[in-house]
């Protein structure tokens, strides 16, 4: 039963949400509800050529269409030196094609019109020839030497974006010379596609008499925008106002800044009119940030009881026409180099290399920390390859595995030092609510009946909390964050930060955070997020990090308010300051509890009664840089039947044994646990964007792309164990993508043990009916 | 790249038949739900047809250019163009023999498509494309024999089909 905000000593209570009244009675205000005066409209052309010379682009017709106010092409942009911009990966995007088009969608050309009707209907008037050009959609092709090479605009004439390698080759090499068992799988991660509810979109809105640019966006970190913004454009940064206004979901989609955004800003800048842009759904899966897309290749070397010793990955990264990842500038490709897991390895290495095709660009972190679900998924399906081969149960096989308590501070043989940990206590709490022993009795059972039932395991670890920013930075921007408290003269406070929630429910949880360090409710702290002219300075909210840096930011800005209300409160009590005492929710006179005062009290003396020489008011702002990042872990059990006659797979259960250190809000935690669970089983078992050999993307839409419904959702159970951060301010680690990073291996390994009496080892996801169904008849089970 | 092929016969004489199929203004109005015609040269033309595919409808604007490979025996038609953000290159080639009845004329076609039509409708083009391609040939078929009837001589023996 969730509690009311207004609970004293909020921290780690489930108080409802904040900001749940008003999304429930249809009162958040998203981008599209946005409407301001003289506002134009703009829709943009798509190539519906992968690859093709682009030889002409007539606007004529368009320009002088019905309602039609400005028409822009590549070559419209050259001119501004626009028709470019930089990825946040450092590769160079185009905004509007010039010289050719390298996927099927991209950007061709800008209308704006006095409505939207009007503007796509003019887009229909623009003639482009096109000469088609073969299409290079296959990775691995991209880089023999037969492959055109697509980006003829760099200096380096290869398809190859990158190689990156993490660990130490030659001990791994050795580990493997000497191993008594080597297990070897391909692994593919499909693309998929965060595809949250609410596309992207924008309103530019340019003022020529101030000269001010306020741009509402669709955006998960709005600082980090109007810095690029600023650096592309050449705009003052003071001048660029970003509100990223209520955020209908963004899953890691809403990082990158897009040709659109330009366009509506050039154009707004044109015409001196704001200029909204609001993507269609087709537009949103098929050319903006999509995710995964990885091929990889494992390699596990053990002892002949299944003990680890060494592990050998390579990937080829699918990223597309551009490098439009989303990663941290040293990172290329993310944190992938997690990929040792939960295990005791003893040597490890790892390579990807990253490549361009005709698909469009991206190579975001869809509700996972950069990469990791990629590189959890394949330890975690590897582990239970090697678990098969050797002939151990696979929950005793991770046991014998496990980085033990004792060992953390751990350093993992690729170079990550892990903060803290309990595996074998999650994995022994989940094998006993799931009731294991009892499960593994009932499939043996029923195998012998022939019936098909799989029971599959995740015990994962993600990376989360990017900051320290010693190793962290996104164009050269630090990635720590922040906080700023205000607190007003009758105790009430007004909390901005350097993030940006969607859904995380930043306005509960980090109002919590406040509240517990200044002894008020939630009720008394309200939370701003997503306006760049109020808020400090921060990178954002993706890849679990608000909780790890913004929520740290909080709780030491909350710290640093009450030092300076500690001595106000001496002031009050009479009483040296070294005699005053708190105990979360008053000061008081040391040895005199009853002389007490309150938050609120000190609040109003700030304004109204003040020691001498004191500045007056009750504030301060915060830039945490952590340490550290955290390390969120989690055992997830996952129950299937399979239908022998559909191939169709029942989840029956489904438990999440989450561990993201001390929790703020319980029940927002489950809520996320549930979210991510449906987004992984999503993954599992229904999401590709698959490219036919032309380059035509075949599932840019909700038909072909398909996304959970409450009737194909299993029922999710969750529990916890806390093990906390050590170096984290209150101990939380973040949570928001464990689901999502843990679930997709739980659901495939449970498929394939259900499979494994036929000798299937491994399939790739996603397992649709169809996929399963080809499976069991090549079994001669089906028909 | 889909590829589509078949073959018939037509109760007409191979030059006729070949005459007919050369020729812009007797072959253009074979197409399916065309909207306008326009031919700009022996071998040249321009058509506008309307065109649906599962959720995509709209026009197509199509240029097509014909050549002979073998005289009176075999021709190709290269159509390009497309509509609504998307686009469509056809190859298609025809054959003509003499056969018991008439001419048998087979054919084969190259086509790709681009947009969302290919992306959209993807799972619907391929019976789309089909029915589509065997309603030019049997519009031309209808035309030939209609004209031969018109004329009140079959000038081969109907009794074949």
């Known amino acids: ?783 | 790249m889909r590829t589509y092929q078949g073959d018939f016969t037509i109760q007409s004489a191979r030059a006729k038949v070949w005459a007919f199929v050369i020729d812009p203004n007797q072959m253009g109005p074979c197409i399916p739900d065309l909207l306008a015609l326009d031919v700009h040269s022996e071998t040249e033309f321009r058509t506008l047809v309307r065109v649906g595919v599962g959720p995509i409808r709209g026009k197509f604007d199509l240029t097509s250019s014909l050549s002979v490979a073998e005289n009176g025996r075999q021709a190709a038609l290269v159509i390009k163009g497309g509509g609504m953000g998307s686009g469509v290159d056809m190859q298609a080639e025809m054959t003509l023999d003499d056969a018991e009845t008439g001419t048998k004329l087979s054919w084969q076609c190259d086509v790709k498509v681009s947009g969302p039509i290919a992306s959209i409708g993807g799972r619907l083009i391929d019976n789309e494309a089909r029915k589509i391609t065997e309603k030019v040939f049997a519009n031309l078929r209808d035309a030939l024999e209609a004209d031969a009837a018109e004329s009140g001589q079959s000038e081969v023996a109907s009794s074949g089909e």
Request: with cysteine.
């Open chain 1, 1 to 783: 039963m969730a509690l009311h905000p207004s609970e004293a000593r909020p921290f780690g209570k489930s108080i409802t949400r904040k900001e749940d009244p008003r999304f429930i009675r249809g009162k958040g205000r998203y981008v599209d509800d946005i409407v301001l005066p003289g506002m134009l409209h703009m829709a943009l052309l798509r190539s519906p050529y992968a690859h093709a010379v682009l030889k002409h682009i007539d606007t004529c017709a368009a320009q002088g269409a019905p309602g039609v106010k400005l028409v822009l092409t590549g070559e419209d942009l050259a001119k501004l030196n626009l028709a470019w911009m930089p990825t946040l990966a450092g590769d160079n995007q185009m905004v509007l094609a010039t010289g050719k088009v390298l996927f099927q969608y991209q950007e061709v050309a800008a209308v704006v019109a006095q409505t939207r009707a009007q503007a796509e209907d003019a887009l229909q008037l623009i003639a482009v020839e096109y000469d088609a050009l073969p299409a290079v959609v296959d990775p691995f092709y991209a880089t023999t030497p037969e492959a055109p090479i697509l980006r003829d605009d760099r200096e380096q004439k290869t398809n190859s974006i990158f190689h990156w390698e993490a660990g130490d080759r030659d001990a791994t090499e050795n580990v493997f010379a000497d191993a008594p068992v080597i297990v070897s799988q391909d692994v593919r991660f499909p693309r998929v596609h965060p595809s949250p509810l609410e596309p992207c979109g924008c309103i530019a809105d340019y003022n020529s008499a101030t000269s001010k640019l306020t741009w509402y966006v669709t955006s998960q970190a709005p600082h980090a925008h109007r810095t690029v913004l600023s650096l592309v454009s050449g705009l003052p940064e003071h001048q660029i106002h970003v509100i990223s206004p209520d955020i209908g979901g963004g899953f890691g989609n809403k990082v990158p800044v897009y040709p659109g955004y330009v366009c509506a800003i050039v154009a707004s800048l044109s015409l001196g009119v704001p200029v909204k842009w609001i993507e269609t759904r087709t537009e949103n899966i098929s050319s903006t940030g999509f995710a995964r897309d990885y091929h990889m290749h494992v390699d596990v070397a053990a002892e002949e009881d299944g003990k680890v010793l060494g592990l050998r990955v390579k990937t080829v990264a699918d990223h597309g026409a551009f490098d439009a990842a989303a990663d941290p500038t040293k990172f290329p490709a993310g944190l992938f180099s997690i990929v040792t897991g939960s295990y005791n390895f003893k040597a490890a290495f790892v390579e990807v290399d990253g490549v361009y095709t005709n698909k469009a660009p991206g190579g975001v972190a869809y509700r996972c920390s950069f990469r990791v679900t990629e590189a959890s998924y394949l330890i975690e399906r590897a582990m239970d390859v090697l678990a098969q081969k050797v002939g151990v149960d696979a929950a005793e096989l991770r046991l014998r595995n496990f980085i033990q308590k004792e060992q953390f501070p751990y350093l993992s043989p690729t170079g990550w030092t892990y903060d803290s940990g309990d595996y074998a206590t999650t994995l022994q709490k989940a094998l006993e609510l799931i009731g294991y022993d009892e499960l593994r009795k009932e499939q043996a059972e029923k195998r012998a009946r022939g019936e098909l039932m799989g029971i599959g395991i995740s015990t994962f670890t993600e990376i989360v909390g990017a900051g320290p920013s010693h190793t962290f930075d996104i164009m050269g921007i630090k990635m720590f964050d922040s906080a700023q408290i205000r607190v007003h003269p009758t105790g009430k406070v007004i909390a901005r930060l350097g993030v940006r929630h969607q859904g995380q429910g930043h306005e509960t949880t980090f109002a919590q955070i406040i509240a517990e360090e200044l002894g008020l409710t939630a009720d008394d702290v309200l939370i701003e997020e997503g306006d760049t002219d109020t808020a400090p300075y921060g990178l954002g909210t993706y890849a679990s990090r608000s909780t790890p840096t913004a929520g740290g930011a909080a709780a030491l800005c909350g710290r640093r308010v009450r030092e300076k209300a500690k001595k106000l409160a001496a002031h009050l009590l009479e009483v040296g300051e070294d005699d005053v005492t708190w105990d979360g929710e008053k000061f008081s006179a040391a040895g005199l509890p009853a002389k007490a005062v309150t938050m609120k009290d000190v609040a109003f003396a700030a304004y109204t009664n003040l020691p001498e020489g004191m500045e007056p008011g009750l504030e301060a702002t915060y830039y945490y840089d952590p340490p550290n990042l955290t390390f969120p872990n989690g055992a997830y059990i996952a129950v299937v039947d399979i239908d022998k006659g559909t191939g169709a797979v029942s989840v029956r259960r489904f438990l999440a044994v989450d561990d993201c250190g001390r929790v703020i809000n319980p029940m927002i935690v489950e809520g996320q646990i549930h979210g991510g669970l449906t987004e992984g089983f999503a993954i599992a078992f229904m999401q590709d964007i698959p490219y036919d050999e032309d380059g035509n993307c075949l599932a840019p839409n909700w038909m072909d792309y398909l996304v959970p419904t409450a009737l194909d959702t299993p029922r999710w159970e969750t529990a916890r164990t806390e093990t906390p951060s050590p170096h984290h301010p209150i101990g939380a680690k973040g949570v928001g993508e464990s689901p999502n990073v843990g679930s997709p291996a739980a659901f495939v390994n449970a498929v394939v043990d259900a499979l494994s009496p036929l000798g299937v080892t491994h399939m790739d996801m996603p397992l649709s009916p169809w996929k399963v169904w080809q499976v069991l008849r090549e079994h001669g089970v089906t028909e």
